[in-house]
């Protein structure tokens, strides 16, 4: 059974730094791409940043860009959002998904709420 | 950007009934590889999204074949034969052919 599950989430200040983790399990990670979608307290879908299966390209949203690193290990079939300077407006439930030309694979997602 | 323009209501459904939901996005989705990346997703209250449709019309593992896709370059609709109960939730249209990867607002489907 495919399995992607989120972890890391929490309260933060304004200004501050969380790192995002995201544990695969069930199908062969080496070969997918890898995202991290977002979603506002009811708000819709927000794509944040994507990670090739080797990790060798990686591409984010311009609301991210210079704030959040997305990486991947696939020895421990794990994926990571480093998230630093923080916004109010990041305060979201954050999706690991897998996938490049459609996202077939999600988790249950992990709520990251940034607030003083 | 790929802008996807989504209704954000459906007109409520009979149980039973077809809907449809449509989709535009503000340039042509066709990829240089010959295809179209665009999917729709389903997500029930309380759940993360889950894949129906990709590429335009192709349905995913285990989605039921009341769901159809269909559309090209830049207009795109999802159509539910008969609704079910089940079915009551938000769909959002996704384009993945170029990045950054942008989702429609989301369409509510309610029953009447």
């Known amino acids: 059974e495919v399995q992607l599950v989120e972890s890391g989430g929490g309260l933060v200040k304004p200004g501050g730094s969380l790192r995002l983790s995201c544990a695969a399990s069930g199908f062969n990670f080496n070969i997918y791409s890898m995202n991290w979608v977002r979603q506002a307290p009811g708000k819709g879908l927000e794509w944040v940043s994507c990670?090739?299966?080797?990790?060798?390209?990686?591409y984010y949203a311009d609301s991210v860009k210079g704030r959040f690193t997305m990486s991947r290990d696939n020895a421990k079939n794990s994926l990571s959002l480093q998230m630093n300077s923080l916004r109010a407006e990041d305060t979201a439930v954050y999706y690991c998904?897998?996938?490049?030309?459609?996202?077939?694979?999600w988790g249950q997602g992990t709520l990251v709420t940034v607030s003083s | 950007d790929i802008v996807m323009t989504q209704p954000p209501l459906s007109s409520p459904v009979t149980l039973g009934q077809p809907a449809s939901i449509s989709c535009r996005s503000s340039q042509s989705l066709v990829h240089s590889d010959g295809n179209t990346y665009l999917s729709w997703l389903q997500q029930r209250p309380g759940q993360p999204p889950r894949l129906l449709i990709y590429?335009?019309?192709n349905r995913f593992s285990g989605v039921p074949d009341r769901f159809s896709g269909s559309g090209a370059g830049t207009d795109f609709t999802l159509e539910i034969s008969r609704v079910e109960a089940e079915d009551v939730g938000v769909y959002y249209c996704m384009q993945a052919t170029q990045f950054p990867r942008t989702f429609g607002q989301g369409t509510k489907v309610e029953i009447k």
């Open positions: 998904a897998g996938g490049w030309g459609d996202l077939p694979m």
């Open positions: 990670i090739t299966s080797s990790g060798s390209y990686i």
């Open positions: 590429k335009i019309s």
